[in-house]
């Protein structure tokens, strides 16, 4: 495979620069340990904030003037191969907001990790997770983002199992499992791609298979399941749940807010792979109806639109359940995991409807983006939240808490914050990036009509899923919300729900409960001021950070990139259409927290309805595991009896071959035997014949000696020979496949 030359505009030594400054920070953490615990956490604090001034320089250099590249030498294969990191708009976007995540978690982290055990072991894998996710989003091709994925997905086990508890664990082990099986698939899909697109890189060749007509589809099912597996994509979404409350608050937030991120970056860039189709050029020429039309006609285009098609309805899927299982989780953090489950439905649907529409699929682009962002905003708040609620209150259960807007005002201020920004409450950002993925939807439902598709009618019904998957969201935080700070709470029998028990089996009181400390506080302010932000200043936002990002895309149309960077968001077109979810979102919520605001100690609630098994995934995964190892044992029984019966052909062998050497022991002692015999009769006869003799003529001597030898030979050693002479045989031939069999297995 010869290396492609670069169409890159310039060389940088920033995205080298962004990857060694956490490496360099790892090892200041790992030095300083626990004998300087306020130098390694002022040395992790200081590295993430300077990664963000790089992440932050490199985003204003690549959307000003173009993308920008760095050589590493050290990954390099010959001439075949040579790893090279490559930052367009799309990975600038991805390291601006990962940095920004990173440091708020790490600024939250210095106090949150006080009394947790190996705190300088977590730090160092926190900053070294951090070089091998923002290697991700600077990878040039499929296959060196294979390598940084995989280094992303083995070093998050560690900040998943750092508790080292039972449940953290099993949690691990879970996470670990998904990570191996996403990245065979993944990397059997990269090998795929190779050989379709003839080439790693992300644009593939003009005259590749992989354009120029009906693409593997192989190829991309294993790159989707692989990125999917990271993304929490249903249905393997399975880790997630368990991970993100076994992981200290702070590495939730990274693996909510970025890490997760990692997966649907894959899967926009397996998307992206398919907009330069050659011979279209729709971007360049025409708009609208006409490239409907072309894309009626069939070709790759045909097929990427239902590439497109069937990940809308993945991602409705996604979203869709997460939010059901949200609705009846009582752990904060459990809640918030499936939430991440849903709010990565979103994304997926705008990226779903940017392969639908193709060229003309900006909106959809924009959606996702404007999504990511304000989802690691309002996750990484919400988790790092929980993580100061941890600290203070030592507890999760939301029916165990109540009234902490009380004791907590300003991470009530912050939850709140990201409560109404994923909600899609107008003037926060979940608004803005909510409603462009509906005019998506929208837009991929008349498009579908314009081209007469018999998938219009399923377009529709996903967009109409998108409306009640926002209710049901709005139902689930207002429900956590509620419970966690502005419940009031009431005393049980036996024990009284003033009293909670913290992760170190310590009983902590409520009224001993305050606010986080300081720096905990300035962590969680970030995010929650970046979700205000987001939803006060969409204009400068898509102006200055989507915008960009979707120009540089080789594909889209021009006049749809446009309209996504003039987007009218405050009008009342839109503003009418938060209505009908925040309708369902109330309903939801009175149907399931009427007992408490009644004041009512019984009644059935939605919120404490528990779901049968059989609906959960990890139900059937287990039934396949355990179908999967009953056709075992049924093919080790059918296995058993083949051995059985190969065992008895070798021992009868065995037992063939025995007799044969034992019966080639008796030839050897018969004839050992009648040698001695003959030996006796030759001394007789020498003694006999030959000694009287002596005084004869020596030719009539020899004559008569060899005369009796031969005698004595015909009747005595013939006959055993010729009595013998198929066993010798046997012996021979057992004897040579032996000496074969040796040196095969020598060979091997």
């Not at 962590?523 to 898509?542: E, K, N």
């Not at 004839?671 to 003694?687: I, S």
Request: charge should be positive.
């Amino acid at each position: 495979m010869a290396v492609e030359k670069l169409a890159i505009t310039a060389f940088s030594p920033l995205p080298a620069a962004i990857l060694a400054v956490p490496l360099v920070g790892s090892l200041a953490a790992l030095h300083f340990g626990d004998r300087r615990p306020r130098a390694r956490n002022a040395a992790v604090v200081s590295t993430t904030a300077l990664v963000l001034v790089l992440a932050v320089a490199l985003g204003v250099r690549v959307l000003g003037e173009g993308p920008v590249y760095f050589d590493l030498r050290i990954m390099r294969v010959g001439e075949a191969f040579r790893g090279l990191l490559v930052v367009d708009g799309v990975g600038a976007f991805f390291c601006l907001f990962a940095s920004l995540l990173w440091f708020a978690a790490s600024l939250h982290a210095s106090r949150y990790m006080e009394h947790e055990h190996r705190r300088p072991r977590f730090f160092a894998f926190l900053l070294l997770g951090q070089t091998a996710t923002l290697g991700v989003f600077m990878a040039r091709d499929f296959f060196t983002l294979y390598l940084f994925f995989e280094a992303m997905g083995l070093l998050g086990y560690f900040l998943v199992v750092h508790s080292e508890t039972e449940k953290a664990r099993a949690a691990a082990a879970k996470y670990l499992a998904m990570t191996v099986i996403g990245g065979l698939c993944l990397l059997m899909g990269v090998m795929l791609y190779l050989g379709a697109a003839d080439t790693v890189s992300f644009a593939p060749r003009p005259d590749s298979r992989w354009l120029t007509g009906p693409f593997p589809v192989a190829a991309v099912a294993l790159l989707i399941l692989g990125f999917g597996v990271k993304a929490g994509m249903v249905p393997v979404h399975v880790w997630l749940p368990d991970a993100h409350p076994a992981a200290p608050s702070p590495a939730s937030a990274l693996l909510s807010g970025v890490m997760i991120k990692a997966g649907a970056y894959g899967i926009i860039r397996v998307i992206l792979s398919f907009l330069s189709l050659p011979g279209s050029h729709a971007s360049e020429a025409s708009h609208g109806p006409e490239i409907a039309v072309h894309a009626a006609a069939g070709g790759p285009e045909a097929g990427l639109r239902m590439l497109g098609f069937s990940l809308i309805w993945i991602a409705v899927g996604t979203m869709f359940i997460g939010m059901i299982l949200a609705l009846v989780q009582r752990d904060i953090k459990r809640t918030l995991a499936y939430s991440s489950v849903s709010q990565m439905g979103y994304i997926l649907l705008g990226v779903g409807c940017l392969g639908y529409m193709g060229a003309e699929g900006a909106i959809g682009l924009g959606g996702s983006l404007y999504h990511i962002l304000n989802h690691a905003l309002f996750k990484g708040c919400f988790f790092l939240a929980a993580g100061s609620i941890l600290f203070c209150a030592h507890e999760l259960d939301m029916y165990r808490l109540g009234g902490l807007w009380k004791k907590m005002p300003v991470t009530c201020a912050c939850w709140c914050a990201a409560a109404l920004g994923i909600m899609g409450i107008p003037l926060f950002g979940g608004f803005v990036s909510k409603t462009m993925i509906h005019h998506a939807a929208v837009e991929a439902h008349h498009l579908a009509e314009h081209l007469h598709s018999a998938t219009a009618g399923w377009v529709r019904t996903a967009e109409i899923l998108f409306v009640v998957t926002g209710g049901g969201t709005l139902a689930y935080i207002a429900k956590t919300t509620y419970y966690v700070f502005f419940h009031r709470r009431r005393k049980e029998k036996g024990h009284g729900l003033e009293v909670s028990h913290d992760h170190h089996g310590g009983a902590t009181g409520h009224h001993e409960v305050k606010e986080a400390h300081p720096v905990m506080l300035a962590g969680t302010a970030v995010l929650a001021l970046g979700v205000l932000l987001a939803g006060v200043l969409p204009g400068r936002v898509l102006k200055d950070l989507v915008g960009p990002v979707a120009e540089g895309i080789k594909g889209l149309d021009h006049h749809a990139v446009e309209h996504v960077v003039e987007m009218p968001v405050f009008v009342w077109a839109n503003l009418k259409e938060i209505f009908l979810p925040v309708g369902i979102g109330i309903s939801l919520f009175l149907l399931g927290a009427w007992p408490d605001l009644l004041g009512r100690e019984r009644g059935w609630s939605l919120f404490r309805l528990r779901l049968p098994h059989w609906l959960g995934v990890d139900f059937w995964y287990l039934r396949m595991a355990r179908g999967a190892r009953g056709l075992l044992f049924l093919c080790r029984a059918r296995y058993a009896r083949l051995k059985e019966s190969v065992a008895g052909g070798i021992e009868q062998a065995r037992e063939v071959l025995f007799l044969t050497r034992q019966r080639a022991s008796q030839a050897r002692m018969a004839l050992a035997r009648r040698a001695e015999l003959g030996a006796n009769h030759l001394v007789r006869a020498f003694r006999e014949v030959v000694y009287p003799t002596l005084t004869q003529r020596p030719v009539d001597l020899l004559v008569r000696a060899g005369l009796a030898v031969y005698g004595q030979a015909r009747e005595r050693v013939l006959p055993v020979i010729q009595e013998y002479q198929g066993d010798l045989a046997v012996g021979a031939l057992a004897l040579a496949v032996s000496l074969v069999l040796f040196l095969i297995i020598r060979l091997l």
